[in-house]
Every structure is written in C-alpha cells, then in structure tokens.
C-alpha cells in the first residue's frame, strides 16, 4: 500500500517560512515523480511544485517561482518544499503527490494545512 505521509505544515506570518516534508515507502519514492498541490477553501485543488525522478528537473505554477523550492531526498525518501516570502494567498491544505511521470499523480497524501496570517 502506497503511502504518503506529509508534515510541516502551521500558521506563520505574511512575509515568513515554512518547511513541508513528505516521507514515502521506499519503493514508491524510487520509482516516482513527487509533486506538491494545494487547495484553498472554496477553490479547486491546483498544482503547486514537482520534482522528476532524478532531481534534475523541477516545475513551479507561476504563483510560488522564486518563493518555493522543491527537493528530494533519494536516501531519506522524503521530498521537501520550501516557502519563503509567504503570503495570505498561499494558505492551503498542501498534499504531496507521487506519480510515474510529471503532471501524473496517481498517490496522495492526507494533506497538511498551512495558515499565513497578515
């Protein structure tokens, strides 16, 4: 059973960081794109960062470029986002996703909420 298991996520202040983190089973992260999404209340669930299988290629929606940085760690399994700059429009429910190729995720996690207060 495909498991991702996402943490980090609070409440910080316009302007401040946060760090996400999704762990995946061994298998599962070897053999996966890792993406990010979010969704905010009322709204649809939308593609936020995504890393290929070898880490050589990253992908942004253009709200978070230059804000966000995703990572993977192959001997950790577990791959990261990085929020800087953090605004209001960022709070969300933020999931982790694993897929065989990006934009395809066929896994998800159970979400973490990430609150930015002005």
């Known amino acids: 059973q495909v498991q991702l298991v996402e943490s980090g996520g609070g409440l910080v202040q316009t302007g401040g960081s946060l760090r996400l983190s999704c762990a995946a089973s061994?298998?599962?992260?070897?053999?996966?794109?890792m993406g990010w999404f979010r969704q905010a209340p009322g709204k649809e669930r939308e593609f936020v960062a995504a890393?290929?299988?070898?880490?050589?290629?990253?992908y942004y929606a253009n709200s978070v470029k230059g804000r966000f940085t995703v990572s993977r760690d192959n001997a950790k399994n577990t791959v990261s986002l990085q929020m800087n700059s953090l605004n209001v429009e960022d709070t969300a429910v933020y999931y982790c996703?694993?897929?065989?190729?990006?934009?395809?995720?066929?896994?998800w996690g159970q979400g973490t909420q990430v609150t930015v207060s002005s």
């Open positions: 996703a694993a897929g065989k190729t990006h934009p395809r995720y066929d896994y």
């Open positions: 890393i290929n299988l070898s880490g050589l290629s990253t």
């Open positions: 061994e298998r599962t992260f070897n053999a996966s794109a």
